[in-house]
Nanobody
Framework: LQLVESGGGSIQPGGSLRLSCSAS????????VGWFRQVPGKEREGLVC????????VYGDSVILRFTIDRDNSKKLVYLDMEGLNPSDSGIYYC??????????????????WGQGTQVTVSS
């Protein structure tokens, strides 16, 4: 399974942004998916993850409720909708997929695929 993120860029504080993650090479139906973020000098953190059926959402430790995950298995797409962005939301955003599932939305050995990341910069 290959994943490619898109939709990143520069945005002013308070704005909204939608990131997309396109999957190829395998069906997305059997994978939980998630969005993660990394900033310089810090470990990659889990933001929000979604079960293969779309029925269960798991937030990372930060529980950023301004972020919403969604998926369209028929189109092999995963979305991250972000609202009320602030400069601390800046970073590289990655999507990931796991057949074993995300009991906790954290980076780990159960992740089968990572995207290459897309940069989000929130600045006035």
């Amino acid at each position: 399974l290959q994943l490619v993120e898109s939709g990143g860029g520069s945005i002013q504080p308070g704005g909204s942004l939608r990131l997309s993650c396109s999957a190829s090479g395998d069906s997305l139906d059997d994978y939980d998916v998630g969005w993660f973020r990394q900033v310089p000098g810090k470990e990659r953190e889990g933001l929000v993850c979604l079960s293969s059926s779309g029925g269960t959402t798991v937030y990372g430790d930060s529980v950023i409720l301004r972020f919403t995950i969604d998926r369209d298995n028929s189109k092999k797409l995963v979305y991250l909708d972000m609202e009320g962005l602030n400069p601390s939301d800046s970073g590289i955003y990655y999507c990931a997929a796991s057949r074993a599932g995300f009991t906790w939305c954290k980076p780990g050995s159960t992740i089968d695929s990572w995207g290459q990341g897309t940069q989000v910069t929130v600045s006035s």
